[in-house]
């Protein structure tokens, strides 16, 4: 529950695009109440959003200090790791992550991301098959398996790979028509 009159303006003004006010609350939420977890969380996705690492990073420290379980500031800061390319802090991250959530996909498509960009590509193969367990269809790492065979020198694979990606996200009309055969 949003008990903070503060995080009420926050979200108004969140709703209204007005992301510097929706700033300004949510900090007035954090002053009044050090221990509100929900404004420093939102707090942690404006600056994400807006690509500034360093306030997010700062403020998800903060969030993990009064709030330990919180799985999406977990996930969140293991984002930043990953645009700074601190691959091992990031991969803590996003499996702690996956440990509070074990069926969230985007966790475990970055974990699979983290383990591509460091060449440990078996592992990347493994984390994405986790991620087609629980979403069959997801576009991201249908595509990231074909990378991923092209990296291993699986030229074959990679280009079987990318034609299933590409039958299985067709968005064509004619695609769209057939669905009703």
Known sequence: MIDNRHNLLAIFYQTVKSEDKA???????????????????QLGLIYKDRKDFDKAESIYKKL????PDHPYAYFDLGYIYIE??????????????????????STHHAIGNIYKET?????????????????????YTLWDIG???????????AEEQFKYYH???DCSFRRFWNCFD
């Open 23 to 41: 700033i300004e609350e949510f900090t007035k939420a954090t002053e009044s109440n050090p221990r509100d977890s929900y404004a420093y969380y």
């Open 64 to 67: 993990l200090k009064i709030s």
């Open 84 to 105: 700074k390319k601190r691959y091992d802090e990031a991969l803590s991250l996003c499996k702690k992550a996956s440990e509070v959530l074990p069926e969230n996909v």
């Open 119 to 139: 060449g440990r590509y078996e592992e990347a193969l493994s984390e994405y098959k986790k991620v087609l367990e629980i979403e069959p269809s997801h576009r």
């Open 147 to 157: 990378v991923v065979y092209e990296k291993m020198g699986k030229k074959d694979k």
């Open 167 to 169: 039958e299985i996200t």
